[in-house]
């Protein structure tokens, strides 16, 4: 069963135009959201986080958007850079013990590439 | 060093051989984590150290043997492991607390042959 799902294992966007990865979730429990992006031989670096008492959250070129009653979040990312290209995770988070750590599910990711 | 290392990067091993998979963190921080990404797979989470304690553990089979010795290191001890143990195995760290980010070490690339 998984919690944390992104259906769109590629997108392809040309340079300076909208990348926009998509994120779906089940678990109702769930209440903070992650992006982290991948670079090859490189571990996950985390990007931009969303509470779940918000809608949008923006950094810069990067902002995730989040409908809870759909249960699905987005990050988009204008304008694209060449240098976006990576692999995209969405994770997810609920509240646990506050002595435990933090706790995430992954979805599967999604490999952006950006033409020059 | 800075951030969250793993060593060694490149490990090829046989079903019969015993290794060991190492991370240290210079963050500070004070949970630390195991995850396997297979291919075309999510990252799973494998085992979560918290205050040296381990408080998770996903049924992960026993040919796989977490230690932490302190809060900046963490072990991961291999031994008689399957072909399909084939993986990428991240290392991450956080703080305790709800809703820390993870930082994630660059892996360790494992083959079993």
């Known amino acids: 069963d998984q919690q944390v799902k992104q259906n769109s294992p590629s997108l392809s966007v040309q340079e300076g135009r909208i990348s926009i990865l998509n994120c779906d979730y089940t678990?109702?429990?769930?209440?903070?959201f992650l992006w982290y992006k991948k670079y090859p031989a490189e571990g996950p670096t985390f990007l931009i986080s969303i509470s779940s008492i918000k809608d949008k959250n923006e950094d810069g070129r990067f902002t995730v958007f989040l409908n809870k009653s759909a249960k699905h979040l987005s990050l988009h990312i204008v304008p694209s850079q060449p240098g976006d290209s990576a692999v995209y995770f969405c994770a997810a988070s609920a509240r646990g013990r506050e002595t435990s750590g933090s706790r995430l599910t992954f979805g599967e990711g999604t490999q952006l590439t950006v033409n020059p | 060093e800075t951030g969250v290392t793993q060593t060694p990067r490149h490990l090829v091993m046989g079903m019969t051989n015993k290794k060991s998979l190492k991370c240290e963190q210079h963050?500070?921080?004070?949970?630390m984590y195991w995850y396997k990404q297979s291919a075309k797979k999510p990252l799973e989470l494998m085992f979560v150290y918290s205050l040296e304690e381990r408080v998770e553990n996903n049924s992960v089979p026993s040919r796989f043997s977490p230690e932490c010795p302190n809060s900046s290191h963490l072990f991961l001890h291999l031994h008689t492991l399957q072909p399909e143990d084939s993986a990428l195995y991240l290392c991450a760290s956080s703080f305790t607390r709800n809703y820390g980010e993870q930082f994630f070490g660059p892996g360790t690339r494992l083959t079993v042959l």
């Open positions: 963050l500070g921080h004070n949970a």
């Open positions: 678990n109702s429990m769930f209440d903070y």
